[in-house]
């Protein structure tokens, strides 16, 4: 091959090829040492080893992926990626989602008989479902962070793709020092196989409530994870139908953050599977929205709304 940015050989290097090859000609030495090494979750299949103190460490004797010439635009997106997936058992948090699932179907204001029978069904449903599809204990969520200078006066900013949100007309923005797209989707029940309709009730219960709680573990986790040195907060969720963000702006989030990562895919503007969430939250140095309460629930106009003392008129 001719070299070029994008392939260079050394064939006086006394290691050279540094792998076993069967065509030493297409061996790529550009990224001799590889940029991926210190990356554990790579673009190849490297072995574990336990060092002499030990600790695990890459073994990549037998990987070619960044020798391999058509591997070069890959290998680039791969260091350009920022994002990452945490997984979560979801099961961890069950008296959690317990207590939501009662809030959502109002067992408190269930007389006795009524109470017991709605919660054995959705106790039997759920732990029935989640012991016949054991894979589905694992929820992974996708984190993508993005800089501050994002967030704008009405919208969320990011290259061509502009999300207008009014509550930010409402916070002190110089307080955010950073910013996360997120998405997850609920354990994905075969809800048809409910043997009845209250079953099947209470298994979509499940998914929003698991939905619910997922989502405030992720803010704690974000607060967690940039208060090491200092305290900083999580906001709430942003996202479509919450904040003054346009149930529309489904379709531009998942443009700028792909969501395959998490399990999930947009088809004219619906997230697949139906149980999915893609949102936002704000890291910053004080809490934001103590004085925003009131925009909780609201679903965003492009007009803004006339409700509202923060009303601006947009030509």
Known sequence: MKESYRFYQNKACEYFPCH??????SFNCLFCYCPLYLQEKCLGSPEWILSGKGQKIKDCSNCMVVHRPEMYDKVLAQLCRQDFTVSVNVW???????RRMAQIASWDQMEAELFWQHRGAAISSVTNMMEKHKYLYHVMIKLQPFDAACVQNDRFSFGKQEIFCTVLERIDRSKITEGYLYAFHAPDFPVEEASSLLSQYYLETFQIACMDVVR???????ARKHSVTSPHYCSDSFGPGY?????SAVEKLTDVMDPADAGISC??????????????????TEDILSDCGDCAGCIGQKEGCRFCANYVKRS
């Open 20 to 25: 076993p090859v069967d065509d030493p000609d």
């Open 267 to 284: 088809e004219d503007g619906m997230l697949q599977p139906m149980m999915s969430l893609v949102g936002l939250y704000l890291i910053s």
């Open 92 to 98: 961890n948090f069950r008296n959690e989602i317990w």
């Open 216 to 222: 405030e573990w992720v803010r704690d986790y974000l």
């Open 243 to 247: 904040y003054g963000m346009e149930l």
